[in-house]
């Protein structure tokens, strides 16, 4: 029998390469970590990779494993959730992983400006009432300004035909630049050129994947830079919303657009 929430979050408060900072207790707690991941946790000057909405972390440890190179700090409110991928990662003795336990709202209170330099959005919840609540909206856009270095790189990676869209739409009304993009990952070149750096990470699968792809659903994915300079808007657009409900997301609204 699996262990229960009490038992998972005792554990995560025990482990050293985890940080739990939740909305509630930041205006008490003091986080001195900002601007000193490299030097007080990692003990290096390696480039730092974030997953927001990290879930149970697949993505940050099949990352770090992939490249010791670089930091990874994987990034949810979950702790259950978070709870499988640190404790596979202290198991298998990762030194360049770390976990926050937080709300992603308030992201840009743990990191010092040019700290970050990529950020992997993975099967986010589309939000599709509310813009603002998109990982890949201007709102977001702009915090993540605050603590990535010049030409930050963007990752995201989805079965959401909406937040793809709504992103596409975003990025180029916004004119920032696209390294890869395509509505079915898993027929594109990307993947099909197994000897390559951008298909080993691609490789990596995650436990709500798996379920895209065994309901028969296409992954997309697309890859783009945010550079500092520049005002960010949003496009006004309408977007059809996605037909089918999600594993533990609904449409949220009766309409069949939304901006």
Do not use: C
């Given at each position: 029998?699996?262990?229960?929430?009490?038992?998972?979050?005792?554990?995560?408060?025990?482990?050293?390469?985890?940080?739990?900072?939740?909305?509630?207790?930041?205006?008490?707690?003091?986080?001195?970590?900002?601007?000193?991941?490299?030097?007080?946790?990692?003990h290096n000057t390696n480039p730092i990779v974030l997953e927001l909405g990290c879930g149970r972390g697949e993505y940050t440890v099949g990352l770090a494993k992939l490249y010791p190179e670089k930091n990874f700090i994987g990034v949810d409110i979950k702790g259950a959730r978070m709870w499988t991928g640190a404790t596979e990662a202290m198991k298998e003795g990762l030194k360049n992983v770390a976990f926050l336990r937080t709300n992603i709202e308030i992201i840009?209170?743990?990191?010092?400006?040019?700290?970050?330099d990529e950020i992997w959005l993975t099967f986010s919840d589309p939000q599709m009432k509310k813009v603002t609540k998109r990982l890949t909206s201007t709102f977001f856009m702009e915090r993540y300004r605050r603590f990535m270095g010049e030409q930050g790189l963007i990752h995201l990676k989805t079965d959401s035909n909406f937040l793809y869209t709504y992103t596409k739409y975003m990025v180029q009304h916004n004119a920032l630049p696209v390294e890869f993009d395509t509505d079915d990952l898993y027929?594109?070149?990307?993947?099909?050129?197994?000897?390559?750096?951008?298909?080993?990470?691609?490789?990596?699968?995650?436990?709500y994947e798996q379920q895209w792809i065994a309901r028969g659903l296409n992954i997309k994915y697309l890859r783009f830079r945010l550079p500092q300079e520049g005002k960010l808007s949003e496009p006004d657009v309408e977007i059809e919303l996605d037909e089918y409900r999600s594993y533990n997301r609904s449409k949220r609204s009766g309409l069949e657009v939304s901006k």
């Open positions: 029998m699996g262990k229960g929430k009490l038992a998972k979050f005792a554990d995560m408060a025990s482990y050293p390469h985890v940080f739990e900072y939740p909305f509630s207790v930041m205006d008490n707690v003091p986080f001195d970590m900002k601007g000193k991941w490299k030097e007080s946790f990692f840009d209170r743990f990191f010092e400006a040019g700290e970050v027929h594109s070149t990307l993947t099909q050129q197994t000897d390559t750096e951008e298909a080993r990470i691609l490789s990596i699968q995650t436990y």
